[in-house]
């Protein structure tokens, strides 16, 4: 550290993101990625938006904002879009947040949260999950603070029924009650239908898992256009061309062929049902997940061992280092060969 950081930046502990590593080439399932490539009229659209750069992009995303709002039954005023869904996320905190608005998560979930949380100097409290992993529901019913859950939640892969972000969000009026669905698309259900209905609730989502597009940097956030306003209020206050021309492109392209993409999740659930039952057939407790990953253990392998002996073999995997998982590792699913390969490294490790 510099001798110029600001006192207030001291203490901050970033997050640190899953690994990229370069050196050689992985099988890659260690960040939640898509195995598949985006769509062939994506790349066109990419490749025609690169001869316009010369321009600012446009910052309120008319032409993506109006096809996303088109297929979630919305209107474009409910959409703010984000460089990321990370961004999405860090402008809820900075906008909602303070000293009489903490917030409350899971206390096994997205690593991002607790940071925006010491960044935008917002008190937070994490609430423990119950022993089978599950959110614990009554917890946060009249919690009297802003909630983040991630449904599905991430790394565990479980998700909540409408019903319970329903009760959630009913039971506190008086804060934002935050869903995260950057894995919806693999078997969660959406609480997008809910939103005219609750003036407090703000749903996230992501082009970066089920879209193909982690590189573009593309996501959201859809709620009532009173809380879009607060959060448009804080993207015009930071950084108004937060989505670039080319991404924007990108993502309007991508929701023109959302067939292509929710073929591509079928195949995804499909590979994932089928590793959940080899893994099992090899002794691994894999937790029920409606992501596009699983979170397993295997009561003779050590979590940290199994990762780093498949990081050896050219298999990525994730592995978190947090006292209550660290038993487990988090697969992303990839193609099924991409599967096959890994389960054959995981016998033969045991062997
Ligand atoms: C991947 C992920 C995100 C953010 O993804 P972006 O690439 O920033 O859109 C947000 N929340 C959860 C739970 C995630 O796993």
Same mark, same amino acid.
């Given at each position: 550290?510099?001798?110029?950081?600001?006192?207030?930046?001291?203490?901050?502990?970033?997050?640190?993101?899953?690994?990229?590593?370069?050196?050689?080439?992985?099988?890659?399932?260690?960040?939640?990625?898509?195995?598949?490539?985006?769509?062939?009229?994506?790349?066109?659209?990419?490749?025609?938006?690169?001869?316009?750069?010369?321009?600012?992009?446009?910052?309120?995303?008319?032409?993506?904002?109006?096809?996303?709002?088109?297929?979630?039954?919305?209107?474009?005023?409910?959409?703010?879009?984000?460089?990321?869904?990370?961004?999405?996320?860090?402008?809820?905190?900075?906008?909602?947040?303070?000293?009489?608005?903490?917030?409350?998560?899971?206390?096994?979930?997205?690593?991002?949260?607790?940071?925006?949380?010491?960044?935008?100097?917002?008190? =937070?409290?994490?609430?423990?999950?119950?022993?089978? @992993?599950? +959110?614990?529901?009554?917890?946060? /019913?009249?919690?009297?603070?802003? &909630?983040?859950?991630?449904?599905?939640?991430?790394?565990?892969?479980?998700?909540?029924?409408?019903?319970?972000?329903?009760?959630?969000?009913?039971?506190?009026?008086?804060?934002?009650?935050?869903?995260?669905?950057?894995?919806?698309?693999?078997?969660?259900?959406?609480?997008?239908?809910?939103?005219?209905?609750?003036?407090?609730?703000?749903?996230?989502?992501?082009?970066?898992?089920? =879209?193909?597009?982690?590189?573009?940097?593309?996501? @959201?956030? +859809?709620?009532?256009?009173?809380? /879009?306003?607060?959060?448009?209020? &804080?993207?015009?206050?930071?950084?108004?061309?937060?989505?670039?021309?080319?991404?924007?492109?990108?993502?309007?392209?991508?929701?023109?062929?959302?067939?292509?993409?929710?073929?591509?999740?079928?195949?995804?659930?499909?590979?994932?049902?089928?590793?959940?039952?080899?893994?099992?057939?090899?002794?691994?407790?894999?937790?029920?997940?409606?992501?596009?990953?699983?979170?397993?253990?295997?009561?003779?392998?050590?979590?940290?061992?199994?990762?780093?002996?498949?990081?050896?073999?050219?298999?990525?995997?994730?592995?978190?280092?947090?006292?209550?998982?660290?038993?487990?590792?988090?697969?992303?699913?990839?193609?099924?060969?991409?599967?096959?390969?890994?389960?054959?490294?995981?016998?033969?490790?045991?062997?």
């Amino acid at each position: 550290m510099s001798s110029f950081m600001s006192k207030k930046r001291e203490s901050l502990v970033a997050y640190t993101p899953g690994e990229q590593p370069k050196n050689r080439k992985y099988i890659k399932l260690n960040t939640n990625e898509s195995p598949f490539p985006p769509s062939e009229n994506v790349s066109r659209a990419i490749n025609e938006a690169g001869k316009s750069l010369q321009l600012y992009s446009d910052p309120q995303c008319t032409e993506l904002n109006k096809v996303t709002a088109e297929y979630l039954g919305v209107k474009p005023e409910q959409i703010l879009m984000t460089n990321g869904s990370d961004e999405a996320l860090g402008f809820i905190f900075a906008a909602f947040g303070d000293e009489d608005n903490p917030f409350v998560f899971p206390d096994i979930t997205y690593g991002f949260y607790p940071v925006f949380a010491q960044f935008y100097n917002v008190p =937070y409290r994490e609430i423990p999950l119950k022993d089978d @992993f599950s +959110v614990s529901v009554d917890d946060y /019913i009249g919690v009297d603070a802003n &909630i983040v859950i991630a449904n599905p939640n991430a790394p565990t892969g479980l998700s909540l029924p409408l019903e319970a972000v329903e009760r959630i969000t009913a039971s506190n009026p008086n804060h934002v009650v935050v869903i995260d669905e950057a894995y919806v698309d693999f078997g969660g259900q959406s609480a997008v239908t809910l939103i005219n209905k609750y003036k407090n609730l703000l749903v996230t989502r992501t082009f970066s898992k089920s =879209y193909s597009l982690a590189g573009a940097r593309l996501g @959201f956030a +859809v709620g009532c256009e009173e809380l /879009i306003d607060d959060l448009n209020t &804080i993207k015009y206050s930071t950084n108004p061309y937060n989505v670039n021309s080319m991404t924007m492109a990108a993502g309007t392209a991508a929701i023109k062929d959302a067939e292509y993409y929710s073929d591509n999740c079928l195949k995804i659930i499909e590979n994932r049902e089928y590793a959940k039952q080899e893994l099992e057939k090899l002794g691994f407790e894999v937790i029920d997940s409606k992501a596009n990953f699983l979170f397993a253990k295997h009561p003779e392998l050590d979590g940290k061992e199994l990762y780093l002996k498949l990081k050896d073999r050219g298999v990525l995997i994730r592995h978190f280092d947090k006292d209550r998982i660290k038993d487990y590792n988090r697969i992303t699913i990839g193609t099924k060969d991409q599967m096959d390969k890994l389960l054959e490294e995981i016998e033969d490790i045991m062997a």
